[in-house]
């Protein structure tokens, strides 16, 4: 039985033996071929499905060792800034850890689903006129002088859970792909990634991919060189404009020899429509940006016939159900309580 992260990768990770074996039996999670878009781009194409983790999205490989040690370092409490995934994920490992958990959000720009995780999970939720990039700089500075451990991505556990994601993909496909796709935020994930596969290629001779981050057009502070301080997309997971780990998704991206694009909101929709339609797979709007970056890159030629790519879903597309009604063209048939007129109606479509 799969034991979660702390126990299969401990020997990857800094774990002593005061670190508490907290667990949702996170990580493990599906590499899923996808047939369909692969023959249609011409590429040999995986999803990583970081939306089956227990809180549906990869924040939890992060979260539990970033919880873990904050208990081992004596924290009864811990706090982050989120634009909702990274919220569900600390609320809920709190619980499972018997500590508290303080969130603060964007008022009004987090999905739906999230803020209902965080409320069933117990947080206490702080919302603010401000976006992500504003309530971040509030928790390092409370973090600082309160008896709260700050678990943002800023927290170097948080990376050290997040590597393992690279960890499955080599030991699933063997080695190393050659292309990773991944959508960039505040860049804590590309960077604890880039990470994973230095570390088991140091061990395991594995190899390197090329690192590919995309971030929405709107909040693309690392493409355009500089911060925004209004940063909007449709995908609200990576409304950022000034992300706290820009150097070392640069370094990821230098030392790779791979690129951070950006992707508009008609490209992330495009391809969120596209993974659920094409492959039966749901992902949130932010994960898409991934998808609509390897399409992007395909089509440029930045990525070449033939590559094996693994494109990274970070989260599950029932987080966002809001978006997903807005973008749907589905018109419910309405039809009466009636076997025939089904009968009828069902005959006709086939
Ligand atoms: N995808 C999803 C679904 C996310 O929730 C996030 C970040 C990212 C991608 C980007 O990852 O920040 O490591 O570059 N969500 C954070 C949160 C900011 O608060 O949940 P990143």
Request: charged residues 20%.
């Amino acid at each position: 039985m799969w034991k979660g992260l702390i126990e299969e990768y401990k020997e990857f990770l800094p774990v002593t033996e005061n670190t508490p074996s907290l667990t949702l039996n996170e990580g493990n999670t599906p590499l899923i071929h996808l047939v369909n878009l692969s023959k249609e781009l011409g590429i040999e194409l995986y999803g990583k499905i970081e939306g089956a983790n227990p809180t549906g999205s990869f924040k939890d490989r992060g979260m539990v060792f970033a919880v873990a040690k904050a208990i081992e370092d004596g924290a009864k409490c811990v706090i982050c800034a989120s634009t909702g995934n990274t919220s569900a994920a600390a609320s809920a490992y709190a619980t499972r850890a018997g500590i508290q958990s303080i969130v603060v959000i964007p008022k009004g720009k987090v999905a739906l689903g999230k803020l209902a995780q965080a409320c069933m999970y117990g947080a206490k939720i702080i919302e603010i006129d401000g976006n992500f990039d504003d309530a971040l700089s509030i928790v390092r500075q409370v973090s600082e002088t309160t008896p709260v451990k700050l678990v943002n991505s800023v927290n170097p556990y948080r990376i050290e859970g997040q590597k393992t994601a690279a960890f499955e993909i080599v030991d699933s496909l063997g080695h190393a792909p050659d292309y990773l796709c991944i959508p960039v935020g505040n860049a804590g994930n590309i960077t604890a990634y880039w990470k994973g596969f230095k570390e088991y290629n140091e061990a395991k001779n594995t190899g390197l991919p090329k690192m590919y981050g995309f971030e929405a057009e709107g909040a693309a502070a690392i493409v355009k060189g500089e911060p925004i301080a209004n940063p909007e997309t449709v995908a609200t997971a990576i409304r950022i404009g000034n992300p706290a780990s820009w150097k070392f998704a640069e370094a990821a991206r230098d030392e790779s020899g791979g690129i951070i694009d950006s992707v508009t909101d008609e490209e992330i929709l495009a391809a969120y429509k596209l993974i659920a339609g094409t492959e039966g797979i749901f992902v949130e709007p932010g994960s898409a940006a991934s998808l609509a970056g390897v399409i992007k890159s395909v089509n440029s030629g930045k990525i070449e016939k033939g590559s094996r790519v693994v494109t990274v879903f970070t989260g599950n597309g029932l987080k966002d159900p809001d978006t997903a009604m807005n973008v749907s063209t589905v018109d419910l048939v309405s039809l009466k309580n009636d076997e025939e007129e089904i009968r009828k109606y069902i005959e006709g479509i086939l």
